[in-house]
């Protein structure tokens, strides 16, 4: 059964294109995704940042993190950083609003030149069940959007999500590994062996996900993985939320 919320939506974005309205406020714009305000919250990725995790730092140097446990990606971009305005609209994107996918593809593919060529696209997956109730999986339409520009083909399932997670948000960086541990699986290795691969997701936090998911490419025989993200935590707030108040 359609629900009368969806009609709304829907009716709304009939009338009142996404061009024509700031992504989180919703006021009209006319010739921006965001008004002066909300853009003003909005911290993009455009500075300094660590040439391997690509996250914002204060010098263009590897930051501690990747020189203490490099990723098993080869390299990161990201667009935005993951607060305020950033993390607003990745919570829309996560919430019923997937036509976002377009202004953030616009926004990765201002950084392909940063990214070797890949021979595919591979997106992180969601298990069926969390995708029926979520309704779509954003990293699979934001992968769709990406190829579109780089003409790099998505490999469609190319991992797939075995076993439901808790939620990674609630964890600290030990624990996100640990309940990642083998959920994903790559069904088809023989599409990804030999092949440089672009992974996506809509954002890079301790990087739990990511490395996840790449040693499992990285086993079926991938040649090496890029990473791609919406958004990332700047490096500076990843260990800072890992400390914990005594108590």
Same mark, same amino acid.
């Given at each position: 059964?359609?629900?009368?919320?969806?009609?709304?939506?829907?009716?709304?974005?009939?009338?009142?294109? =996404?061009?024509?309205?700031?992504?989180?406020?919703?006021?009209?714009?006319?010739?921006?995704?965001?008004? +002066?305000?909300?853009? =003003?919250?909005?911290?993009?990725?455009?500075?300094?940042?660590?040439?391997?995790?690509?996250?914002?730092?204060?010098?263009?140097?590897?930051?501690?993190?990747?020189?203490?446990?490099? +990723?098993?990606?080869?390299?990161?971009?990201?667009?935005?950083?993951?607060?305020?305005?950033?993390?607003?609209?990745?919570?829309?994107?996560?919430?019923?609003?997937?036509?976002?996918?377009?202004?953030?593809?616009?926004?990765?593919?201002?950084?392909?030149?940063?990214?070797?060529?890949?021979?595919?696209?591979?997106?992180?997956?969601?298990?069926?069940?969390?995708?029926?109730?979520?309704?779509?999986?954003?990293?699979?339409?934001?992968?769709?959007?990406?190829?579109?520009?780089?003409?790099?083909?998505?490999?469609?399932?190319?991992?797939?999500?075995?076993?439901?997670?808790?939620?990674?948000?609630?964890?600290?960086?030990?624990?996100?590994?640990?309940?990642?541990?083998?959920?994903?699986?790559?069904?088809?290795?023989?599409?990804?062996?030999?092949?440089?691969?672009?992974?996506?997701?809509?954002?890079?936090?301790?990087?739990?996900?990511?490395?996840?998911?790449?040693?499992?490419?990285?086993?079926?025989?991938? =040649?090496?993985?890029?990473?791609?993200?919406?958004?990332?935590?700047?490096?500076?707030?990843?260990? =800072?939320?890992?400390?914990? +108040?005594?108590?």
């Amino acid at each position: 059964m359609i629900k009368l919320s969806d009609l709304q939506k829907f009716a709304s974005e009939a009338l009142f294109p =996404k061009s024509f309205t700031c992504d989180i406020c919703g006021i009209e714009t006319f010739d921006s995704n965001l008004c +002066p305000d909300c853009l =003003k919250t909005v911290t993009f990725n455009n500075g300094t940042t660590c040439p391997v995790c690509g996250r914002k730092t204060f010098s263009p140097e590897i930051c501690l993190e990747c020189k203490a446990e490099a +990723p098993r990606f080869k390299k990161a971009v990201s667009a935005l950083v993951y607060d305020g305005g950033g993390a607003a609209l990745i919570s829309i994107f996560k919430n019923g609003c997937g036509y976002l996918k377009e202004y953030f593809a616009d926004l990765i593919t201002e950084k392909a030149d940063n990214i070797a060529n890949a021979d595919c696209i591979v997106y992180i997956p969601m298990t069926k069940k969390a995708e029926r109730r979520r309704g779509y999986n954003q990293a699979e339409l934001l992968a769709k959007s990406i190829s579109k520009r780089l003409n790099i083909p998505v490999l469609k399932n190319g991992l797939i999500k075995t076993t439901e997670t808790a939620a990674q948000k609630s964890l600290a960086k030990k624990e996100r590994a640990s309940n990642l541990a083998d959920c994903f699986k790559v069904d088809k290795p023989e599409k990804i062996k030999d092949n440089t691969v672009l992974l996506v997701d809509d954002v890079l936090t301790t990087g739990a996900t990511a490395d996840a998911a790449c040693k499992k490419l990285l086993h079926a025989g991938a =040649k090496c993985v890029y990473f791609a993200a919406v958004a990332s935590v700047e490096y500076k707030l990843i260990n =800072k939320k890992e400390q914990k +108040p005594n108590r």
